[in-house]
């Protein structure tokens, strides 16, 4: 099976129409009804979005059934993490130790730090999750003034 005909089965499975999958992702009807006909693809950030949604692998989401030859581990860190089998992506990441010499430094954001938006969310849809920041700047401002002028 090919990524069109996953996308279409994982979202029948869960008895969603393509508005509803549309709507889940930020997204159009007409962007799944393109995935479905195999006219487009999404971009990672998306397919990821997708293998969360539908509670799949990448590899199963992309590949189909079988997925990659399954004897042979995709990254070598898969085989010595631990609970590689439960999440693959923090398999490949069980080495990191966040140092610049590994070539990512910068690359992990503090664990509650507002995460700017996502291809397919707008602007808005960033302000409304993250109105609390803005609410807070009046509070600011009156303790500055308390400090200040006392």
């Known amino acids: 099976m090919g990524f069109a005909t996953q996308v279409r089965?994982?979202?029948?499975?869960?008895?969603?129409?393509?508005?509803?999958?549309?709507?889940?992702?930020?997204?159009?009807?007409?962007?799944?009804?393109?995935?479905?006909?195999?006219?487009a693809t999404p971009d990672l950030e998306t397919l990821v979005a997708l293998a969360d949604l539908f509670d799949v692998s990448l590899d199963r989401l992309v590949r189909g059934e079988g997925g990659a030859a399954a004897a042979e581990p995709a990254h070598p860190a898969a085989v010595d993490a631990p609970g590689a089998a439960d999440h693959p992506a923090e398999a490949e990441n069980?080495?990191?130790?966040?140092?610049a010499a590994d070539g990512d430094a910068g690359q992990h954001p503090a664990p509650n730090a507002p995460v700017p938006?996502?291809?397919?969310?707008?602007?808005?849809?960033w302000l409304e999750e993250n109105s609390y920041l803005f609410m807070m700047i009046p509070m600011i401002i009156l303790i500055w003034v308390y400090a200040l002028f006392g």
């Open 94 to 99: 069980a080495g990191d130790t966040g140092h």
């Open 9 to 39: 089965h994982y979202r029948q499975e869960r008895g969603w129409s393509q508005e509803a999958l549309a709507q889940r992702l930020f997204l159009t009807r007409q962007t799944i009804s393109k995935w479905e006909q195999g006219d």
């Open 117 to 125: 938006p996502q291809s397919g969310r707008t602007a808005y849809d």
